[in-house]
């Protein structure tokens, strides 16, 4: 699933193909990607510009005229790519936006998961899923403080809580055990247990690798790529997921990869303490 780095990386690689461009039709091959009304995403489209796309955790807000926002969530393996109408359909292009200059935007996506909804531009918290996300790294709001406060009210373990958005929005499976296992904190310690100095140590890492993976363009370990068809470049920087059974590069122990909520977990048995 594409996490924070890799929709930031799509959404800097996707306003220069279409900002600015005017929506002359849309095609909807697969309607059930529209979460919204579907005649009303095709009906309401067309004489819209593309002014800015802006980005929340891992939500797309693709910023129209007239006050509105199509948002965009790629879930597993969502992605965009500019093309021509005439061009020949792949079976797994599922949406069409075509442009008056006469390119095209395609939504691609081999499990459908990926869904959009047209709303009016501001509404995001109260009309979508990012109203229950926490902040994401790197904002003013995500603090040291924040963070000592938010894990001191969650009783399940730490993997699961940096998994399920509400206290940091963005990360996914790569980056939280990459966090962890910088921090040296077991995933299946008791987030509320994990000492305040060292969750203070945790939001530092989790600001560090972020924002490397955003200068790295995001991880492409199974089908991710950005909006120019693209790798990222960060998984030749992961230090833990993907290497179960290599020797950690700080004791030497070897990785070890267990379930966690059903999330495949990798881990150093004897550098990450469990709280």
Same mark, same amino acid.
């Given at each position: 699933?594409?996490?924070?780095?890799?929709?930031?990386?799509?959404?800097?690689?996707?306003?220069?193909?279409?900002?600015?461009?005017?929506?002359?039709? $849309? $095609? @909807?091959?697969?309607?059930?990607?529209?979460?919204?009304?579907?005649?009303?995403?095709?009906?309401?489209?067309?004489?819209?510009?593309?002014?800015?796309?802006?980005?929340?955790?891992?939500?797309?807000?693709?910023?129209?005229?007239?006050?509105? &926002?199509?948002?965009?969530?790629?879930?597993?393996?969502?992605?965009?790519?500019?093309?021509?109408?005439?061009?020949?359909?792949?079976?797994?292009?599922?949406?069409? !936006?075509? !442009?008056?200059?006469?390119?095209?935007?395609?939504?691609?996506?081999?499990?459908?998961?990926?869904?959009?909804?047209?709303? @009016?531009?501001?509404?995001?918290?109260?009309?979508?899923?990012?109203?229950?996300?926490?902040?994401?790294?790197?904002?003013?709001?995500?603090?040291?403080?924040?963070?000592?406060?938010?894990?001191?009210?969650?009783?399940?373990?730490?993997?699961?809580?940096?998994?399920?958005? &509400?206290?940091?929005?963005?990360?996914?499976?790569?980056?939280?055990?990459?966090?962890?296992?910088?921090?040296?904190?077991?995933?299946?310690?008791?987030?509320?247990?994990?000492?305040?100095?060292?969750?203070?140590? @945790?939001?530092?890492?989790?600001?560090?690798?972020?924002?490397?993976?955003?200068?790295?363009?995001?991880? &492409?370990?199974?089908?991710? @790529?950005?909006?120019?068809?693209?790798?990222?470049?960060?998984?030749?920087?992961?230090?833990?997921?993907?290497?179960?059974?290599?020797?950690?590069?700080?004791?030497?122990?070897? !990785?070890?990869?267990?379930?966690?909520?059903?999330?495949?977990?990798? !881990?150093?048995?004897?550098?990450?303490?469990?709280?």
């Amino acid at each position: 699933m594409p996490e924070l780095p890799e929709v930031e990386t799509v959404r800097r690689t996707l306003i220069p193909l279409i900002e600015g461009k005017t929506i002359a039709k $849309v $095609v @909807l091959w697969y309607p059930k990607i529209v979460a919204t009304d579907h005649q009303e995403f095709v009906n309401e489209l067309p004489g819209k510009k593309v002014l800015d796309i802006d980005r929340y955790a891992k939500y797309l807000l693709i910023r129209l005229s007239d006050d509105l &926002t199509i948002v965009s969530h790629l879930r597993m393996e969502g992605k965009y790519h500019l093309t021509t109408p005439d061009a020949p359909k792949d079976k797994h292009d599922h949406v069409e !936006f075509i !442009f008056t200059d006469g390119t095209a935007l395609r939504y691609n996506d081999v499990r459908k998961f990926g869904r959009m909804q047209l709303i @009016l531009t501001g509404t995001e918290r109260e009309t979508t899923g990012i109203g229950k996300l926490g902040y994401e790294p790197n904002s003013p709001e995500f603090t040291a403080a924040y963070l000592v406060q938010g894990l001191s009210r969650k009783q399940k373990n730490i993997k699961n809580t940096l998994l399920d958005q &509400t206290v940091v929005a963005g990360l996914g499976n790569i980056y939280v055990d990459e966090v962890l296992w910088r921090t040296k904190i077991h995933p299946l310690s008791v987030a509320k247990k994990i000492p305040a100095a060292k969750v203070r140590e @945790l939001h530092d890492n989790i600001n560090q690798i972020i924002a490397e993976a955003i200068r790295l363009r995001g991880t &492409t370990v199974h089908t991710y @790529l950005d909006a120019n068809g693209e790798v990222g470049g960060f998984q030749n920087k992961l230090q833990v997921y993907g290497h179960v059974g290599e020797p950690c590069p700080v004791c030497g122990t070897k !990785f070890e990869k267990i379930k966690v909520n059903g999330r495949g977990t990798t !881990f150093c048995p004897h550098c990450q303490v469990r709280y």
